[in-house]
């Protein structure tokens, strides 16, 4: 179960589709307070009516079965847990994750996640992160509740050209926690040498669907999927 899993293995292709994802930007959800990495995802898949081609076979991602997530008249479509969906046009691919992973297995789904990431050859990933608002110091209490970790220079200008600020160094603990999934992409991408970009967002729990529109607005703008980022 802990073993890497390479491309050919993980990714199962939807019926008829084929996939090359190089030089892709990917664009994934860390699970955290409010889901709001996966509600973007969402809005952005069903906006820009981006088909789904395929899905992961993931050992360390709790089993998930239900009906579509997605439409808005749900037709019996299945979901799963880790589904991937693709704009070829953009050279843009999500990875939606609608279930946890398995408790303990943070570091083996990092590493398997990475190598499949390395093995495709994306050229970036972006991770969509929510984090509890009560961690704020005191300074980021007023203005944006956005805040990126970036480890390449390409896409700490990437991040800034649409107005999102470095996380503060005193936050970075708190934000990125030992153990978490976040933490182990973050050391496996930089390990293998792989572009990623974290969008921090600090939210409350409760009603979140505006902090979904609004990660989905600033993902817009760094990827044009969609014609409005409004």
Known sequence: INAEYGIESMFVVAQGEQASFYSDTLILPSLSIGNVGQLAIDLLISTAEIPRIGFLNEPNVLPLVGNDAVSEKPDGTIAVNLEVYRLSSSKVTFLQQRAPVIKGRNTAFASSITTWIKE??????????????????????????????????????LAESVG???????????????????????????????????????????????????????????????????
């Open 164 to 230: 999102l600020t470095p996380l503060e160094d005193e936050s970075y603990a708190e934000v990125v926690k030992k153990g978490t999934v976040t933490m182990n992409i973050i050391e496996q991408c930089k390990s293998l040498g792989i572009k990623l970009l974290v969008v921090v967002f600090f939210v409350s729990e409760g009603n979140n669907i505006s902090d979904g529109i609004s990660t989905a607005n600033v993902v817009n703008k760094m990827t044009n999927l969609c014609y409005s980022s409004g």
């Open 120 to 157: 495709a050859q994306f050229a970036q990933v972006i991770l969509l992160l929510s984090t509890n608002a009560a961690i704020r110091v005191d300074s980021q209490l007023k203005g944006s509740q956005m805040r990126f970790i970036s480890t390449s220079d390409t896409l700490t200008s």
